[in-house]
């Protein structure tokens, strides 16, 4: 009978003694050149989006409508996430990753939805080239799932999810508003009771040669919105007219990417942003990205009263969100190419 065979993560790999060079199917290639190293990516102010002043209120919703349109990406200060629990969040998911080996390979899936997935790479199975990081993905909603430890992330998981998902709540509202709808066509639509929530820790360990490698190779993400933090040591980098910006937050704030189901409901009015990780020499990197999307069973198409004047046609084709998940989870991490299978050629 074949042994179960565990995969063997980039951690373990960064950490064997002596390692001067990476293995040659790590390696991808940058340009230097495309990388711009200052960059004012827009800052919204949560507490502005859920003021009682109209004004206030009606002033955030516009900057959020440029941030999407110009951006599909901001950086969310004054969001209430109390900083004890973000730090927390971090510690524990770096807790995961420093079990003993041995300890990891009780998580790894047995497939794309299994509610609790530790790899590494994108899809180990096909990748062509691998992404230096491993990662934790958590199913934590419609039903919530956790790893059973280490016992901090068992603790601090439910608060975190929830309160994300209360941010993400106010958020789809307040881009309802933004698109012309209603403040609740948005949940309505896309079943966000029942929406799709993806917990995603990911470990970029230090890097020996870093100009030849990638942590995660340049994607969109597939749902809604995804919330990101990440401890002290930066690395993502956002695609902005074609070249790409080194993203800085402040202290303390919450960096939000649009994923291909906004710019599906939207009409293609908010693109989603393709985005990518660096790794360095110096510091294992470590970021939370909660991916937050419709239900899986909703059959996600452009927002009904978006295309229903005359002119306007839809310019995405229906797609059960669960399909689209599944397909492009099966296959490899290339850029926007799952989301141009939808987009109806126009
Ligand atoms: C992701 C992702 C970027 C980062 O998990 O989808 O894009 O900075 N992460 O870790
Ligand atoms: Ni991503």
Redesign the pocket.
């Known amino acids: 009978m074949a042994a179960a065979r565990s995969i063997s993560c980039v951690k373990h790999l960064a950490e064997s003694p002596n390692l001067s060079s990476i293995p040659t199917n790590y390696i991808y290639h940058t340009d230097p050149a495309e990388t711009e190293v200052e960059a004012s990516i827009p800052v919204i102010d949560f507490s502005l989006l859920t003021s009682h002043n109209p004004l206030h209120k009606a002033k955030a919703i516009h900057d959020l409508d440029q941030a999407c349109q110009d951006w599909g990406f901001f950086i969310l200060v004054n969001h209430g996430m109390p900083e004890e629990l973000r730090q927390g969040v971090l510690e524990a998911a770096a807790e995961f990753f420093n079990l003993p080996e041995a300890e990891k390979p009780e998580f790894e899936p047995k497939n794309v939805l299994s509610p609790i997935r530790y790899g590494t790479s994108f899809n180990a199975a096909t990748d062509n080239v691998f992404c230096s990081?491993d990662?934790l993905k958590v199913f934590v909603h419609p039903q919530f799932a956790s790893p059973h430890k280490p016992q901090s992330l068992r603790q601090l998981l439910p608060e975190y999810c929830e309160r994300s998902r209360d941010v993400v709540s106010k958020l789809s509202k307040a881009i309802s508003q933004s698109l012309g709808l209603e403040e609740t066509e948005m949940e309505t639509e896309l079943e966000l009771r029942s929406s799709l929530q993806i917990f995603?820790a990911?470990y970029?360990p230090r890097c020996p040669n870093p100009e030849a490698a990638m942590?995660?190779l340049p994607?969109s993400?597939h749902g809604l919105f995804?919330l990101?933090i990440?401890n002290d040591v930066g690395?993502?980098q956002i695609q902005h007219h074609q070249r790409w910006f080194n993203v800085n937050p402040p202290p303390n704030s919450i960096l939000v990417?649009t994923g291909d189901h906004l710019e599906i409901f939207s009409n293609g009015k908010y693109k989603s942003v393709l985005?990518?990780?660096v790794v360095n020499d110096k510091t294992a990197?470590l970021?939370i990205?909660m991916?937050n999307g419709p239900s899986l069973d909703a059959v996600v198409a452009p927002a009904r009263r978006l295309v229903e004047g005359e002119g306007v046609v839809a310019a995405y084709a229906a797609m059960k969100y669960k399909d689209y998940l599944l397909e492009q989870q099966s296959g490899q991490l290339d850029g926007k190419t799952m989301l141009k299978r939808v987009r109806i050629q126009d």
Do not use: C, E
């Open positions: 990081r990662f995603v990911n970029y942590g995660i994607h993400d995804t990101l990440q690395g993502l990417n985005h990518r990780a990197r970021s990205a991916a």
